[in-house]
């Protein structure tokens, strides 16, 4: 079983700041990707940013140039800093890994979800 466990929500004004961390644990074998998905009122689920295991980062159009991911493979620990927030960054954000667990078995995970509201 793995777990995903996030943090660093809150509430910010416009123009701010605000760094999410998720940590993995369990019996991970190897973390093939990990990743930020937002989810807004009414909205769908969207990718905002994903770091796959060989270094690829593919981020949403919206949040290019102003949030950025990275990762701490020693600490299984993907982060994502977001700057220039706006009002419509408001959502629940999602960490997201896709592990191979210790008997190699490959699947995806979903953390608890943390709010992210900007105020304008």
């Known amino acids: 079983q793995v777990q995903l466990v996030e943090s660093g929500g809150g509430l910010v004004q416009a123009g701010g700041s605000l760094r999410l961390s998720c940590a993995a644990s369990?019996?991970?074998?190897?973390?093939?990707?990990m990743g930020w998905y937002r989810q807004a009122p009414g909205k769908q689920r969207d990718l905002v940013a994903r770091?796959?295991?060989?270094?690829?980062?593919n981020y949403a159009d919206s949040v290019k140039g102003r949030f950025t991911i990275f990762r701490d493979s020693a600490k299984n620990t993907v982060y994502l800093q977001m700057n220039s927030l706006k009002p419509e960054d408001t959502a629940v954000y999602y960490c997201?890994?896709?592990?191979?667990?210790?008997?190699?078995?490959?699947?995806?995970?979903w953390g608890q979800g943390t709010q992210v509201t900007v105020s304008s």
């Open positions: 997201n890994a896709d592990v191979t667990d210790s008997y190699y078995y490959q699947n995806d995970y």
């Open positions: 369990g019996s991970i074998f190897r973390i093939n990707g």
């Open positions: 770091l796959t295991s060989g270094g690829s980062i």
